[in-house]
């Protein structure tokens, strides 16, 4: 049987949410029917080590997105996937109006996107947070599907920005259980006098 050829796309992977959600992903494919590869403008960062030796990496050596386009578009073309993933927010809002163009060399090519963020509030801190919103409005619902983590972060693409629901699906992010389960069982220097404890509330975000 053949297998699914699979590209995911991203900027580098340093330490970050997104980042460690990708190669979550990347590592947990099965392999039997998938083929894999990964894109990125920089093969570079902290967990470009923690991928798995069968990965097939691009680096693009470009450090921007915009200026990376046309390598990317040459990149693709050579590769011919049947799945293109991106897998950062901000850098599928800025692949999303050149679908078109690749869906014109690449006819055969379905694209899906994880969003990263809640797009109405991570906006806000963009240099021109109006374009990115019509950026969102315009373009988003080029892509095949957006793989949204939570259902506020779903409803807030289809509310404010017009993205079809059809297009939309709800997947919480994975955890690698047997990572978890292993650090778990290494020993730990650290100490201290007292007890730390963080909390994180999302608030109303969680609500809906």
């Known amino acids: 049987m053949k297998k699914i050829r699979i590209l995911f796309i991203m900027p580098e992977l340093n330490?970050?949410?997104?980042?460690?959600?990708i190669v979550n992903i990347i590592n947990g494919l099965d392999r039997k029917e998938y083929s894999i590869g990964l894109i990125l403008f920089r093969a570079e960062g902290a967990l470009v080590d923690e991928l798995l030796s069968d990965i097939d990496i691009y680096n693009l050596n470009i450090h921007s997105v915009k200026k990376g386009l046309f390598a990317l578009m040459q990149k693709l073309?050579?590769?011919?996937?049947?799945?293109v993933f991106g897998g950062m927010g901000s850098l599928n809002v800025s692949l999303a109006p050149f679908i078109p163009i690749f869906r014109y060399i690449l006819p055969s090519t379905a694209w899906f996107a994880r969003q990263s963020s809640i797009a109405t509030i991570n906006n806000?801190?963009?240099?021109?947070?109006?374009?990115?919103?019509?950026?969102?409005?315009?373009?988003?619902?080029?892509?095949?599907?957006?793989?949204?983590?939570?259902?506020?972060?779903?409803?807030?693409?289809?509310?404010?920005y017009s993205l079809p629901r059809e297009k939309s699906v709800v997947i919480n992010n994975p955890i690698d259980i047997e990572k978890i389960t292993t650090l778990s069982q290494e020993p730990c220097n650290y100490s201290c006098d007292r007890v730390n404890i963080i909390s994180v509330s999302m608030g109303p975000l969680v609500a809906r």
Do not use: T
């Open 124 to 160: 806000q801190f963009e240099k021109s947070p109006k374009f990115f919103d019509w950026l969102y409005r315009r373009f988003y619902k080029n892509y095949n599907q957006i793989i949204s983590q939570s259902n506020y972060m779903q409803n807030d693409l289809i509310d404010n």
């Open 77 to 83: 073309y050579q590769l011919k996937p049947d799945i």
């Open 15 to 21: 330490m970050g949410g997104s980042e460690r959600i």
